[in-house]
Nanobody
Framework: QVQLVESGGGSVQAGGSLRLSCAAS????????VGWFRQAPGKEREFVAS??????????YYADSVKGRFTISRDNAKNTVYLQMNNLKPEDTAAYYC?????????????????????WGQGTQVTVSS
């Protein structure tokens, strides 16, 4: 099991930027699949981005709503994954969660499903005002 801690959330105006961090402890997750999800009040948790840098089953995926604006990256030395969010919109307002899955690679059809991930952080709030 890996423990995940998100940080970097806050309040920004539309068009602004934030960088979320997901720091892992308990094991190195350099070969895990790591996902970012978000949940707005009254809505279901939705997929934002996912990445695996593993030689087998690796790849980066984005939700259509954030493609071109958000970038997922990692720093192996810090055991940390980032979500750079640019040109933020009010509809990006939500609690953002980091999730990880080790073990066997995920088939692409499952990458966007929250239930495919085993470990979750506590979330960090992002609020975008118009």
């Amino acid at each position: 099991q890996v423990q995940l801690v998100e940080s970097g959330g806050g309040s920004v105006q539309a068009g602004g930027s934030l960088r979320l961090s997901c720091a892992a402890s308990g094991r190195t997750f350099s070969t895990d699949r790591v996902g970012w999800f978000r949940q707005a009040p009254g809505k279901e948790r939705e997929f934002v981005a996912s990445a695996s840098w593993s030689a087998v089953g690796g790849g980066i995926y984005y939700a259509d709503s954030v493609k071109g604006r958000f970038t997922i990256s990692r720093d192996n030395a810090k055991n940390t994954v980032y979500l750079q969010m640019n040109n933020l919109k009010p509809e990006d307002t939500a609690a953002y969660y980091c999730a990880a899955r080790g073990g066997q690679p995920l088939a692409s059809v499952w990458i966007r499903q929250p239930s495919s991930y085993d470990d979750w952080g506590q979330g960090t709030q992002v609020t975008v005002s118009s």
